[in-house]
Nanobody, 126 residues
Framework: QVHLAESGGGLVQAGASLGLSCAFS????????IGWFRRAPGKEREFVAA????????YYEDSVEGRFTISRDSSKNTVYLRMNSLKPEEAAVYYC???????????????????WGQGTQVTVTS
């Protein structure tokens, strides 16, 4: 059974940077694409970023493009999300999710993902 564990959340001021980690276990890491999503209070879960199983392709939600960077380290079975210039409206619980390689992959669709972590809280003060 695949298990995902997010870490790195915290409280930062607007404009600051924060790095999240998603530790993968219980499966073959290279068989899975990993996505990051977030859910703010009172809002639906939304796509943030994703990286394919090979790491060759990355995808970003428009508002984070150029500020966030997703990467993966196969030696550590971990995916990272580096977030720069954070905004107060980006405060949310951030989740990582794993998509088993098969057929088409729509990185921004949460229904595409097979496993989810418990989430890590990111708070951004103005």
């Amino acid at each position: 059974q695949v298990h995902l564990a997010e870490s790195g959340g915290g409280l930062v001021q607007a404009g600051a940077s924060l790095g999240l980690s998603c530790a993968f276990s219980g499966g073959t890491f290279s068989n899975y694409a990993i996505g990051w999503f977030r859910r703010a209070p009172g809002k639906e879960r939304e796509f943030v970023a994703a990286i394919t199983w090979s790491g060759r392709s990355t995808y970003y939600e428009d508002s984070v493009e150029g500020r966030f960077t997703i990467s993966r380290d196969s030696s550590k079975n971990t995916v990272y999300l580096r977030m720069n210039s954070l905004k107060p409206e980006e405060a949310a619980v951030y989740y990582c999710a794993a998509h088993r390689e098969r057929g088409l992959y729509y990185p921004d669709r949460d229904s595409n993902y097979d496993y989810w972590g418990q989430g890590t809280q990111v708070t951004v003060t103005s």
